[in-house]
C-alpha cells in the first residue's frame, strides 16, 4: 500500500469498489474498522465498539474511527485480508480466520486444550509471544493488537446426545479453527461458516450441531430454541482471542502519541470482554437451564480421543510450517509451567470453593 493512501479521500462512504476511504482533515484522523463480527454482537461485536470509541476519547478526537459489521464493508472471513489490501486501515476480529494465510495464527486464537484466557495475555506478554505474532504479521504488512477473549467456551450445541465416538461419526458440526481439525479426525464432517449463518444452518438441518462460544453469544444468537443440548467445556477451543490489526502503512502515519492510544485502548477493550463474558456467560447459564437447556459433558472416551486427535493434528503442523514450529516451541513451553502451576494452585481453589 502507498503512504499516500491515508492521506486523501474524504470523511464519508466512497463507492463500493473502493470501500471507504479513510482520511486526515483539519487534524483528524477519520478512518474506517472493518470487523468479523456483527457489531451489536455481545462481546465480540461490542469489544470492537468499544475500541473505537477509547481511542476517541483517549485521543481527545483526534481519531475517529466508524465501525463496520460483518459483511458491511468486507466478507466476515476477508477482513485481514481487506487490511493488508489497504482496502481498509484497521480490522478486528478472530486471527484464525486468515489462518489459510498462515497455520500459526490459530495460536493467537486459540487451540484444542490450550491456555485459558489469562494464560494466553501473559505468554502474549511475558513469555514471548507478542514478538513472534509481530514478526509473523509483518510479512503481511500488518500490526496485531490483543483486545480481548471469551473466555472459557461451550462445546457446541448437538440435536442428539453424545454418549460415544460413535455418535460423532458423520456429524456435520460447524466449527471454526484446529479444533475442526480435530474433530475431522474423529469422523465430523466440520464446517466453518460465519457466525450470523449458524442458526438457520442448524435450524434447516444443513448442520447437525454447532460449537460458537458460550452460554452469552449462544444465548443471543438463539441456538436454545433449536435444540436443548449443550456440552461444555470446549476442549476444541477453550478460550478464544480476539485482535485489532492496523495496516502497517496507516500505523507508520500515527504518531508516537496516537499510537500509544490505540495501544492502550486495545489493552482496555481486552479487560473489559474478559469481564463482559464472565459476568452476563454466568447469567446466561441459569437462565438457559432454568428453560430447560441441559448442559452435558462429554464421555471421558470422547475427550481422551479429542486429545490423541489434536497431537496428531498438532504434530502434522510443526512439521509443514516454520512458523508454527517456532509458535509451538514459544507456547507449549509456558503451557506446561502453566499447566502445572493450575494444577497445584486454580484447580484445587476451584475444587474447594465449590
Known amino acids: 500500500m502507498k503512504r499516500r493512501t491515508f492521506l486523501t479521500g474524504g470523511a464519508g462512504v466512497a463507492a463500493a469498489s473502493t470501500l471507504a476511504a479513510p482520511a486526515i482533515a483539519q487534524g483528524k484522523i477519520q478512518w474506517n474498522i472493518a470487523s468479523a463480527f456483527p457489531k451489536a454482537a455481545p462481546g465480540v461485536g461490542t469489544n470492537v465498539t468499544r475500541f473505537a470509541e477509547l481511542v476517541g476519547q483517549m485521543s481527545d478526537g483526534r481519531i475517529e474511527l466508524t465501525v463496520y459489521g460483518a459483511g458491511e464493508l468486507v466478507p466476515p472471513l476477508g477482513v485481514e485480508d481487506a487490511v493488508q489490501q489497504g482496502n481498509v486501515p484497521v480490522g478486528h476480529g478472530p486471527t484464525y480466520y486468515a489462518a489459510g494465510k498462515n497455520p500459526a495464527l490459530h495460536w493467537y486464537t486459540g487451540v484444542p486444550f490450550g491456555m485459558t484466557s489469562n494464560e494466553h ?7 514471548g509471544g507478542q514478538e513472534i505474532w509481530d514478526d509473523i504479521y509483518a510479512q503481511r504488512n500488518l500490526k496485531p493488537f490483543y483486545s480481548g477473549n471469551s473466555n472459557t467456551q461451550s462445546g457446541g450445541w448437538f440435536k442428539n446426545r453424545i454418549e460415544s ?3 460423532l461419526k458423520g456429524l456435520n458440526m460447524r466449527i471454526a479453527g ?3 481439525e480435530m474433530f475431522r479426525k474423529l469422523g465430523v464432517n ?5 457466525a450470523t449463518e449458524i442458526f438457520q444452518a442448524l435450524q434447516s438441518g444443513a448442520i447437525d450441531a454447532a460449537e460458537w462460544v458460550g452460554p452469552m453469544l449462544d444465548q443471543a444468537f438463539g441456538l436454545q430454541k433449536i435444540t436443548n443440548l449443550c456440552y461444555v467445556p470446549a476442549y476444541a477451543e477453550p478460550g478464544a482471542g480476539v485482535a485489532v490489526v492496523f495496516n502497517n502503512d496507516a500505523w507508520a502515519e500515527l504518531s508516537p502519541d496516537l499510537q500509544a492510544i490505540c495501544s492502550a485502548a486495545a489493552s482496555a477493550a481486552a479487560l473489559e470482554m474478559h469481564a463482559q463474558f464472565d459476568y452476563f456467560n454466568a447469567q446466561a447459564m441459569q437462565q438457559l437451564k432454568e428453560s430447560g437447556v441441559e448442559f452435558l459433558s462429554f464421555p471421558d472416551d470422547v475427550v481422551e480421543a479429542m486429545r490423541g486427535a489434536w497431537e496428531e493434528v498438532k504434530e502434522e503442523l510443526r512439521s509443514q510450517s516454520d512458523d508454527v514450529a517456532t509458535v509451538l516451541e514459544s507456547y507449549d513451553a ?8 493450575s494444577d497445584a494452585m486454580t ?5 474447594g470453593r465449590g
Not at 495475555?121 to 513469555?127: D, F, P, T
Not at 509456558?334 to 502451576?341: D, K, M, P, T
Open 165 to 167: 465416538l460413535d455418535s
Open 347 to 351: 484447580g484445587p481453589m476451584l475444587a
Open 121 to 127: 495475555v501473559a505468554w502474549l506478554k511475558w513469555g
Open 190 to 194: 466440520a464446517v466453518l461458516m460465519p
Open 178 to 180: 484446529l479444533g475442526g
Open 334 to 341: 509456558f503451557l506446561g509451567q502453566a499447566i502445572a502451576y
